[in-house]
């Protein structure tokens, strides 16, 4: 896993090296619309591109769900790749620094490596399963805080599937009242790596896809913290909700969740 892992290393400094040589010069005729407010570009096709070829090399036999192929069946192989080429796709194309490559090796169904790449940030969280989590090298664990009333939260706001609105609004509500603030970072990959690293205390969402949690999951695991669905199935990489916190302050997340999901 060590040496599968320096090949992704070095696959995302390629990735990275591409997208910070066209971020910022991005023209609107060569953005689409996969769907509502959904953006794709060049940008995110040619990373993906990049890290398909690369990511086969690295590991002959196995395959890849990624966004951009937009393959999210469930054909899980003995090794699967699910990767995100440009997590943040928006905050990319409106030139915010916070977007991310994510990508993740699952052992039949589940995460072994895990990489979130922040280029602009220059930082790059990665895990081993078993092995611990590291950001640029130095080992990570999840915030101590066991205080809701003393904790930031990361979320995503629906912007394409709004069938959950009014739940949504109300643990929105129960946060913004019980916690220091809530955090709306615009990557869901960040935002599990941030939790992994301590910086936001929690996280929750709903609506993702398997390419925008997979690495997530496994740095916040190995970061000490615990990664289910709201009902508490820890087999969350393709159920489409998250939450995502330390042992302590979990269960009064999902307390808050339950209640309305």
Same mark, same amino acid.
């Given at each position: ?48 591109? /990049?890290? =398909?070829?690369? #990511?086969?090399?690295?590991? !002959?036999?196995?395959? @890849? ?6 393959? $999210? ?27 991310? /490559?994510? =990508?993740?090796? #699952?052992?039949?169904?589940? !995460?072994?490596?895990? @990489? ?6 220059? $930082? ?6 078993g092995q611990g989590a590291y950001l640029n090298g130095t080992r ?48 869901a990959a960040i935002d599990l790596a941030y939790t992994a690293c ?64």
């Open positions: 896993m060590e040496e599968v892992l320096l090949k992704l290393k070095s696959a995302c400094d390629t990735v990275g090296a591409f997208q910070l040589k066209h971020w910022n010069r991005v023209t609107a005729d060569a953005v689409n619309d996969k769907s509502l407010n959904q953006l794709v570009s060049f940008v995110d096709q040619q990373s993906e591109q /990049i890290l =398909v070829e690369a #990511l086969l090399a690295a590991l !002959p036999g196995s395959t @890849i769900i990624g966004e951009e192929s937009a393959s $999210e069946n469930r054909v899980i192989t003995e090794y699967t790749w699910v990767i995100d080429p440009l997590d943040g796709t928006t905050n990319y194309l409106h030139g915010l620094p916070v977007f991310s /490559i994510s =990508v993740a090796l #699952l052992h039949h169904g589940e !995460p072994v490596i895990g @990489i979130v790449d922040c280029p602009v940030l220059n $930082e790059r969280f990665t895990a081993i399963k990570i664990q999840v915030a101590t805080n066991d205080s809701l009333s003393h904790s930031l939260l990361a979320t995503g706001f629906p912007y394409h599937n709004f069938a959950e609105m009014q739940s949504y609004l109300d643990v929105l509500t129960h946060f913004m009242h019980n916690t220091r603030g809530l955090r709306r970072m615009g990557s301590g910086r936001f205390d929690g996280f929750f969402e709903l609506n993702l896809s398997p390419w925008d949690v997979a690495a997530g999951v496994l740095l916040v695991r190995e970061a000490g913290g615990v990664v289910t669905t709201f009902n508490g199935d820890s087999s969350v990489i393709f159920e489409k909700q998250i939450v995502a916190a330390s042992q302590s302050l979990y269960p009064k997340m999902t307390e808050v969740l339950q209640g309305s999901f």
